[in-house]
């Protein structure tokens, strides 16, 4: 299992897309955390004005735009194969289907992870230097570091296996990426208009409940959101292992 973990690592790490992705990502991130929130503190949040909460609030929305990044990646990482029909390699080297699906998800799980905190590090330090550009002084910071590493990797494993199970039911970069936008911005806000304060138990919802980042007048607790959001990868992955283990690999 460690030599097929490292194949899907070193694959991953050969696309170009990943590494556009993580440049672009960061240079969002290092933009709004130092110019938006830190030099010029408008963006409305505690962070602005360097507030007790500034390192949560920089740690979240740098976790919102990763994630982003993060889907994007494992979704080209994932449907990359099925485009270029280089599925067929991998299942000539490992015939056993449910082994390759598993060290394909632990793979984007523990890379997105570790795209977690690059994100989450370059936010903190671009927002400490515009802050110290502006001549703030910043609070004394109520960060719990154990429980926002947790947070972090849970948060970003969840987006990037939400992703990579898309991905391989759909076999389409297109189409997965479509969908990974249009379903948080724009069929979840539907489906919330009929649900009402049920709409906290979807799938993106509950995730970014995980972080705290959510605009949900009444959101789950953290502890109840991570069990919420545990249960979609779940599911996606019995769904996602039947077909990829019965569908012709063209």
Same mark, same amino acid.
Not at 189 to 201: I, M, V
Not at 213 to 236: F, K, R
């Given at each position: 299992m460690t030599t097929l973990l490292k194949a899907e690592f070193r694959k991953l790490l050969t696309i170009r897309s990943t590494y556009i992705m993580t440049a672009i990502g960061l240079l969002l991130v290092a933009f709004f955390s130092f110019w938006i929130e830190g030099y010029k503190g408008i963006g409305g949040s505690s962070a602005s004005e360097g507030g007790a909460g500034a390192y949560t609030g920089i740690i979240g929305q740098s976790a919102g735009v990763g994630a982003v990044f993060t889907m994007i990646i494992a979704i080209l990482f994932t449907a990359h194969e099925y485009r270029y029909n280089t599925i067929m390699y991998t299942l000539t080297a490992d015939v056993h289907r449910t082994r390759v699906l598993l060290k394909k998800l632990l793979a984007i799980g523990l890379f997105s992870i570790e795209l977690g905190f690059l994100f989450s590090v370059v936010g903190l330090v671009f927002y400490r230097i515009g802050l110290s550009l502006r001549d703030v002084a910043l609070a004394d910071q109520d960060l719990l570091v154990g429980s926002m590493i947790g947070k972090l990797s849970f948060y970003f494993a969840g987006y990037a296996l939400l992703a990579t199970l898309i991905a391989v039911v759909t076999r389409?970069?297109?189409?997965?990426?479509? $969908?990974? $936008?249009?379903?948080?911005?724009?069929?979840?806000?539907?489906?919330?208009?009929?649900?009402?304060?049920?709409?906290?138990?979807?799938? $993106?919802?509950?995730?970014?409940?995980?972080?705290?980042?959510?605009?949900?007048?009444?959101?789950?607790?953290?502890?109840?959101? =991570?069990? =919420?959001?545990?249960?979609?990868?779940? &599911?996606? $992955?019995? &769904?996602?292992?039947?077909l990829f283990t019965r569908r012709d690999a063209n």
């Open positions: 389409s970069v297109v189409t997965s990426i479509s $969908f990974v $936008f249009v379903f948080p911005a724009m069929i979840e806000p539907l489906l919330g208009l009929l649900l009402k304060d049920n709409a906290k138990y979807l799938p $993106f919802a509950s995730l970014d409940s995980v972080m705290g980042a959510t605009p949900m007048q009444n959101p789950l607790s953290t502890g109840h959101a =991570v069990g =919420v959001s545990a249960i979609y990868p779940l &599911v996606g $992955f019995v &769904v996602t292992w039947l």
